[in-house]
C-alpha cells in the first residue's frame, strides 16, 4: 500500500503558540493541495523552545492541540502526526506527540522519553515512560522525537513489535546536521523501515536548526530531502517493500538474542 506523506517544516515563533498555530494551520491547508494521506508537524510546534516560560504558556492538558486537531483531521479526512506540543499536566510539563485518524479520533500520545540536557529540556519536562506504536491506514507506525534517535535500541524496541513506517518529530540544531542524516539513514537501515523525519526550520535566540526533514525508504535511500527554510516536503512511502527487504536481508529473524 502506498501513502503519501507531507513533512510541514516549519519557521516557529519563539514563545507565541497563537502565531505558530495560526501559521501551521494555513500551511496545512497548503499541503492538503497535494492531497497527502498524513501530515507531521515538528517538535514543540506550539512554543518552540522557550522553556524557561512553559508554565505560562504551555497547553493545559493538551486541550488545544486535542481540539485543533481532531477538528482539522476529521474535517479534511487526513491523519496527523501533530508534531509534539508542550503539555502542562498536574505533575509538570511534557513533550507530547499526539497521533489523530482521519475520523479525528486520537490515536496514540507521546511524552518523550529521552531529554536532551545540552537544551536544559531536563530542567524544565517530565521524561515520559512508554513507547510509541499505533496503527494509521491499517499500518503499524512508530513516533519518536528528537534525541530519541540517538538511541538505536529504543527504536528497535519499536520496530521488532512490528512498526514499519517511523515518525520522527524534531527541532535539531544545524551544527549537527550531519548526525542527524547519518542517524536517521542507519535507523531506516537496520531496522529496514521507512523513517519520515520532520525537523524545522529558522533560528530562536539560541539556535539555528537545521531543517532538511528526510523521508528515507527501507533500503536507506533518502528519496526527499528539504532545503534548510520552509517547505512542504512530500513523497509516496510503499509499505510493501518493507516486508520484501525484510525478507531478503531477514536481521529481525537472525538475531541472536540470547547474547545481546
Ligand atoms: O541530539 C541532538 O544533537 C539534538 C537533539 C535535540 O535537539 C533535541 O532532542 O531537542
Known amino acids: 500500500m502506498s501513502l503519501k506523506v507531507a513533512c510541514l517544516q516549519l519557521d516557529l515563533a519563539f514563545g507565541n ?3 505558530n498555530y495560526e501559521h501551521a494551520e494555513k500551511k496545512m491547508k497548503e499541503a492538503l493541495l497535494e492531497s497527502p494521506d498524513i501530515l507531521i508537524l515538528p517538535e514543540l510546534f506550539d512554543t518552540a523552545y522557550d522553556l524557561q ?3 505560562a504558556i504551555a497547553d493545559s492538558e493538551g486541550k488545544q492541540a486535542t481540539s485543533f486537531f481532531s477538528a482539522f483531521a476529521k474535517t479534511h479526512s487526513v491523519n496527523i502526526i501533530a508534531g509534539s506540543v508542550a503539555k502542562k499536566t498536574k505533575s509538570g510539563v511534557t513533550n507530547t506527540m499526539y497521533v489523530f485518524n482521519r475520523e479525528g479520533q486520537e490515536v496514540s500520545q507521546y511524552n518523550k522519553l529521552h531529554l536532551f540536557k545540552l537544551m536544559n529540556e531536563h530542567l524544565f519536562l517530565q521524561p515520559g515512560e512508554t513507547k510509541n506504536i499505533f496503527t494509521l491506514e491499517n499500518s503499524l507506525c512508530a513516533g519518536v522525537i528528537c534525541y530519541d534517535i540517538r538511541f538505536p535500541e529504543w527504536i528497535r524496541v519499536h520496530t521488532s513489535a512490528g ?4 515518525f520522527v518529530v524534531a527541532q535539531w540544531p544545524k551544527p549537527r546536521l550531519a548526525h542527524w542524516k547519518a542517524l536517521l539513514v542507519s ?3 537496520e531496522n529496514q523501515c ?3 523525519a520532520c525537523n524545522r526550520s529558522g533560528d530562536d535566540p539560541a539556535n539555528t536548526f ?4 528526510l523521508i528515507i525508504d527501507p533500503w536507506g535511500e533518502i528519496i526527499a530531502e528539504a532545503g534548510e527554510n520552509e517547505e ?6 510503499d509499505l510493501s ?3 520484501a527487504i525484510r525478507e531478503q536481508i531477514p536481521v529481525f529473524t537472525d538475531r541472536r538474542t540470547e547474547f545481546y
Open 232 to 237: 512542504i516536503l512530500t513523497a509516496d512511502v
Open 17 to 19: 503558540p497563537k502565531k
Open 194 to 196: 521507512y523513517v519520515v
Open 163 to 166: 512498526a514499519e513506517l517511523l
Open 210 to 213: 537545521a531543517g532538511h526533514s
Open 187 to 189: 535507523r531506516a537501515i
Open 241 to 243: 517493500t518493507v516486508k
Open 53 to 55: 516560560n512553559l508554565d
